[in-house]
């Protein structure tokens, strides 16, 4: 029955890894992620009819749920299988908010969701971590809904358990971007411990007890870097390309701790750069990253590099820039950094939106990231990707020419501050 209470709605961003991919899902081993100015939306309605009903951009119709015992069961599909792997992470993230709220002595929610996503066209993903974003966004809308009071940390955390649920071996990167928004310094949690932790604990335990390797720190925007995203047009599976690395015989033998450990040299280097606005370096260290990425493709055969991602790189450096794969790579998109002229920092705008709390980011309320310093509109040679940039580039539209002709596609995004909101 409706009761007219208003729709709740949720948003969380896409994201761009900047380096320590795979290295990352050993827990306690860093990486650099950032939040691009793309979005989930998950809409939470009071229900229309019997069950949930769960409509989603990537689904021809909406998918109707009824609950039996402890799951849920669709009626009316062709292929039930399907459904559930279409909305595995929907319903991962409801199964996670129903979890908690039973261990609060609550029913399992009445309520309908909607998805509609900016992470890709036509239903082919563009890598930008729509999983990720999608669990993020209906964790949060399906609590709001409920009336749970959340910060940011238990947002993730419930992220992360909902995403483990389906595959442990994700380091959870994406999640922590969505949530928190903006440029971070990002370590996993041991998942293995995490889903052990529910197990004796519960999801409510889980959220109140230290959870090992663990951390994110939020890392100031780079002033005078452009952020460039080529999109390979070819959708890749993580999940394929990141068992590959559990498959073969070579996770925990001397390369692969020698590639994690350079991996985390890289990384900090990296931080230590945004940290100083020290660009050579920066790009340095995304160089390094790609290089790092390469070797560890070399070596255990995972099929990172496709010829497009290393055009895509190739097409960088020859304009004096650096690039690289974001993610597991085989396809989706790539990052390239290129120096920009860039102005001293402008004084803080004057309605900078409210900035999600983060440790560092956690216990306190985060300072606001930098000013947008977005390139004008209709400036010569100007787009929406800059980081810092105040002025056009010429290395810019080099670098598209070369990527137009190497089949790689620009996305018109840049970093966003805001995270996902309560
Ligand atoms: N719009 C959406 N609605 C529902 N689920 C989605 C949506 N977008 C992505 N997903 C979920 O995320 C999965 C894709 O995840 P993944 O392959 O990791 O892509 P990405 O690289 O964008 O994270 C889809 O199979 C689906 O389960
Ligand atoms: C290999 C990885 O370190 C990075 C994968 O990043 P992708 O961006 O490829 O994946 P999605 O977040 O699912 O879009 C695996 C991980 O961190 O989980």
């Not at 795979?22 to 069950?51: C, K, S």
């Amino acid at each position: 029955m409706t009761t007219g209470r208003p729709p709740v709605v949720r948003r969380a961003p896409g994201k761009l890894f900047v380096a320590g991919e795979y290295a990352v899902v050993e827990p306690g081993n860093p990486a650099i992620l950032v939040a691009v100015d793309r979005r989930v939306t998950a809409t939470v309605t009071e229900p229309a009819g019997d069950g949930t009903l769960v409509s989603s951009d990537l689904l021809a119709a909406p998918v109707r749920w009824l609950r039996r015992g402890e799951g849920l069961d669709p009626v009316g599909v062709e292929d039930a299988d399907r459904a559930r792997r279409e909305l595995a992470h929907v319903l991962a993230a409801l199964r996670t908010v129903t979890r908690l709220l039973a261990e609060h002595g609550r029913p399992a929610p009445e309520l309908d969701i909607a998805i509609s996503s900016e992470l890709h066209q036509d239903g082919v993903k563009f890598g930008l971590g729509s999983s990720g974003a999608v669990t993020v966004a209906t964790v949060a809308a399906v609590a709001a809904h409920c009336g749970l009071t959340l910060s940011a940390e238990e947002r993730y955390r419930l992220a992360l358990l909902a995403s483990a649920e389906l595959d442990p071996k994700g380091s959870g990167g994406d999640l922590a971007a969505s949530t928190w928004g903006g440029w971070i310094a990002y370590r996993a949690p041991d998942r293995a411990a995490v889903l052990d932790l529910v197990r004796r604990r519960g999801v409510a335990g889980a959220l109140a007890e230290p959870w090992p390797g663990f951390e994110v720190r939020r890392l100031p925007p780079p002033p005078g870097v452009a952020l460039e995203v080529g999109w390979t047009g070819t959708p890749a599976s993580t999940t394929e390309l990141v068992s590959g690395l559990h498959r073969r015989a070579w996770r925990g033998t001397p390369p692969h701790r020698r590639f994690v450990a350079a991996s985390a040299d890289l990384v900090r280097a990296a931080a230590d750069a945004l940290e100083h606005g020290d660009r050579p370096a920066l790009l340095d260290s995304v160089r390094r990253a790609r290089r790092e990425l390469a070797r560890l493709d070399e070596e255990a055969g995972l099929g990172v590099f496709t010829p497009a991602l290393t055009a895509l790189c190739d097409a960088a450096e020859a304009v004096g820039g650096a690039a690289k794969p974001s993610g597991a790579g085989g396809g989706d998109c790539g990052i390239a950094l290129l120096e920009v002229p860039h102005a001293p920092a402008a004084p803080e705008a004057p309605d900078t939106p409210d900035t999600p709390d983060a440790p560092d980011i956690r216990a306190t309320r985060a300072t606001p990231d930098a000013p947008d310093t977005r390139t004008a509109p209709g400036a010569a040679g100007s787009h929406n990707s800059h980081s810092g940039a105040t002025g056009a580039s010429p290395d810019i539209d080099h670098l598209r020419e070369r990527w137009a002709a190497a089949g790689v596609r620009p996305l018109d995004l840049r970093p966003a501050t805001e995270g996902n909101e309560e």
